[in-house]
């Protein structure tokens, strides 16, 4: 016999009916006491979130067969897929699997049989398979041909609805107990589910407009799991320079920043960066914010950019003559075409107290050094990032030590399976954290539906 349900239509899937924890009036006990005990009303497997690794998981569990219901506090699937990738959902990254294992490090390792058992290369497959085209841009990020996160959910929500997935919106789950074969989940508007395995995928706590609040993080809690505190990942950072945030806006290509302090080396990458009104973002500061917070308790963190990386200081000092040798009227500010853009040459100049309209042939050799220098390592002073909210990951959730890596189910309680952020892993930008939500949501509903 299936659950009872209140068919209603949303997004064109169905929507399932709860059972109230409320006894009626008379004290009686209601029907779902019975329901429970003849175990009618007990789901295969219950997934708490429809994000990514909700979604796959339940996919994947519905293709095993499995009787399925996905909890979704929300009143739509995916809600922070649609924010990926500026827009266009940079869901994985083309890159080998061994290159993912060690993007996560330190828990790369924990993550290798997820990325063995459903790869970049089984995603993509996923996607095409169901008429999405993907293409492949800078640093192997993948993304939607249509350039549009809204054609994921369509092949997700089309998958879910093609699987037979129920799916009950509005569900906030705010409570889990284990009774001896089954778990009870309670949401917060009263009503209450049940299900032999239940499928963590509740996400981090960032952005949390889009339901991730950090709830798999109590609920884990509940049923004593041991949870790594939250702190963001993938996030901006504050710098003290005034002058940064004037160039709100700009980013620099093909540039390479270090990071220090106290004068020991934290890290350095290169690639993009973006200025913001309160400091700096793009790729490679986002994926050094967690290192550089980490040392943020010891003090300020001295960043200092690379604009020319291909050049050495000598080299570019000579190129810099020879540009103001070409041409015998050039201001100062023509001689960094191609070096910065305009806008920003112009502030570079002035914080190095130049006048950008000055002939270059008359700078004196100082001066060309000055420049080559700066360009060369432009400082800044890292005071902070933005809070938690703001993280497009967040690090800490539930502890690996309390995990399984080969199933993703639960050391501490059988039949609990954790996957997607509410894991205590994170990866950098470039489609490893969604592909990482994907393989673990795949790989737990594997293991839970095979040991039903
Ligand atoms: C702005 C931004 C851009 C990003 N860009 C990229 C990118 O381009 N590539 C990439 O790989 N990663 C990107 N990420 C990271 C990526 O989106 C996440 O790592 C990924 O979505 C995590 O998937 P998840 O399924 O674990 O969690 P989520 O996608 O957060 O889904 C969790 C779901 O659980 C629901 N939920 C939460 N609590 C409860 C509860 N108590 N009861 C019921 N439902 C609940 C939520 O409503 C939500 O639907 C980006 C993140 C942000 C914020």
Redesign the pocket.
Known sequence: MQPSREHSENHGLKSVGSHSLRQNSTGDKPAWVTAVKDKTLIYDIAV????????MAAIRAGHLGKKIII????DS?????L????G?????NAAHIDTFIKKFKPTGEFLRSAFFMFSNEDLMEFFRSRGLGLKIEERL?VVCATDKAFSVIKVLRDSLKEAGIEIAYG????SIKLHDDYFTLA?KDGSCFYAYKVIV????A??KE????G??AD?ARQLNHRIVPFTPA?VPLRAKETWAHALQGISLKGVRVTFYCKNKLIGSDAGEILFTHFGVSGPIVLDASSDVLSHLKNGEIKMTIDCVPHLSIEELEKSLKARSLAKSNAQIKNILQGLLPKTMAISFLSLLSLTPAKPANQLTKIEYRLIAANLKALPLTITGALALNE???TAGGVSLKDINPRTMESKVVPGLYF????IDC??P?????????FST?FLAATNASQSL
């Open positions: 708490i979130g429809a994000g990514a690794a909700g979604c909890l979704e506090r929300n699937i995916g809600k922070k897929i924010l990926t990738g500026g266009r959902c940079n869901l994985t990020r569900k906030r789950i705010i949401a995928a509740s996400g981090g960032s952005y889009t339901g991730s609040s709830d798999g609920l993938l993280g497009m990951v996957s997607g952020e509410i994170r990866g930008s470039g489609g490893y954290n969604l592909q990482q939500a949501g």
